[in-house]
């Protein structure tokens, strides 16, 4: 092990016994046992560790949603600054995500990463990780691991981490996923994406944060499952979804589903006040 790693040990120690308490955490199990569908038609296990806001609002975790096939590896929606601790609490094994598809280079969407590299790192994971991101994201991704644990980025491990850029309107496989990109209206120092992943068989779209855009219609059409920023009911806030807006273009949206996410506070205090499905941190379901 390297010195840069001794330079992070008080962190390790802590991360040791992280690895094996991390399917002791009660609360994981909710997630089992709250699966809702018809056990016939189930294939993918969509469990939202994190459905809050940059903010914290609601006391929520930041964006994390984890898609389980029953064949295969899980993987990532976004990586907020809070996700180890989401998976964790979820009892979700950090360790078996083979692949983290971020939406956007916000904190609330990647900052998870470098906490999640150095689980691995310490809790002898052996699988290669993939990062699938914007363009900027391996630059990104290696200053924002500078920044908060020096040294890390160039440290020994025993896995190796692949970083691929995605630009809006491309697609690309990884761990037998396809993704596909379209442009996020979301100023965030590189491109952002909404994002539809065919993923076990199934079609899940993902606005990550934007403004309304036209290409929700193409993230949306078919899709088993949209999951759709709603910041906000109706209050103007740049670059971001309001429920308003998804209500306004309602007839584009060509999903099966949706559900809401990345609430503020003032959606949450409004949760009675329509009749859209809407993540809480832990809510699965299988599609
Ligand atoms: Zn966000
Ligand atoms: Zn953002």
Redesign the pocket.
Known sequence: MCAVAGRVSGTVGMSGAGCRAARQDVPGRHAQNGVVGSADQLTVTVTFAGSG??FGSGGRFQ?CIHLRPDSAAPVLLDCGATSLTALKRRGLDPGEVSVVFVSHL?G??FGGLPFLVLDGQFCGRADPLTVVGPPGTTARLHAAMECMFPGSSAARREFAIRVTELAPGSTLQAAGVEAAAWAADHPSGAPALCLRLTVGGKVIGYTG?TAWTGFLAQVAAGADLLIAEAYYRDKPVPYHLRLADLERHRDELASRRIILT?LSADMLNEQDQHNYETASDGLALRI
Do not use: E
């Open positions: 806001d940059a964006a916000h609330d969407h944060d990345h």
